[in-house]
């Protein structure tokens, strides 16, 4: 369930054009995958770059390149990382972000589509969780994130995939 702040559905295509990079998580033809910090609610998800229409609503979603799939984390403080048939949206297969504290704001895939970071913020630490992509499976690498110590400023990891401009 989105929380009650969530609702809009709908933003001016000028808007998704003119986002500041740190809110936009990645772009495909015709989509983007953003959150649009206006006014009292914040919606994120998979926008309709033409018409500015809310098509998923997530926390954060990357596209697997080579493949007609999407990566969307569902929830910012208990989700699961979805992987969905795009454009279809189905779910093929998901599993649960676990080991973490705070909230998920990130998710970024490697350009082969094997592995997929999530990161996490909190009041005091951040990190990102690792994903083993395989076939069309999805888990998480137990061991083998990253936590910061005493601070939440952490760059990245974005380098595993190139920005799309």
């Not at 809009?8 to 495909?28: C, I, K, M, N, Q």
């Not at 998901?94 to 999530?118: C, F, Q, S």
């Amino acid at each position: 369930s989105m929380p009650f702040w969530r609702k809009r559905v709908r933003v001016e295509p000028a808007v998704l054009r003119s986002l500041d990079p740190y809110w936009v998580v990645d772009r495909t033809d015709g989509f983007v995958a953003a959150t649009v910090p206006e006014g009292d609610e914040w919606p994120g998800g998979i926008w309709n770059a033409e018409t500015g229409e809310l098509v998923v609503p997530c926390v954060a979603a990357c596209w697997l390149q080579g493949l007609d799939e999407v990566l969307i984390v569902t929830d910012e403080y208990s989700g699961n990382l979805e992987r969905r048939h795009w454009p279809g949206n189905e779910v093929v297969e998901k599993t649960e972000i676990a080991h973490r504290e705070g909230w998920v704001d990130h998710v970024v895939a490697a350009p082969n589509a094997t592995l997929a970071a999530v990161r996490w913020i909190d009041q005091t630490e951040a990190g990102f969780e690792l994903f083993g992509l395989e076939e069309r499976g999805v888990r998480q690498l137990e061991r083998r994130g990253y936590r910061t110590d005493e601070s939440n400023l952490l760059q990245g990891p974005f380098s595993i995939r190139p920005r799309v401009s």
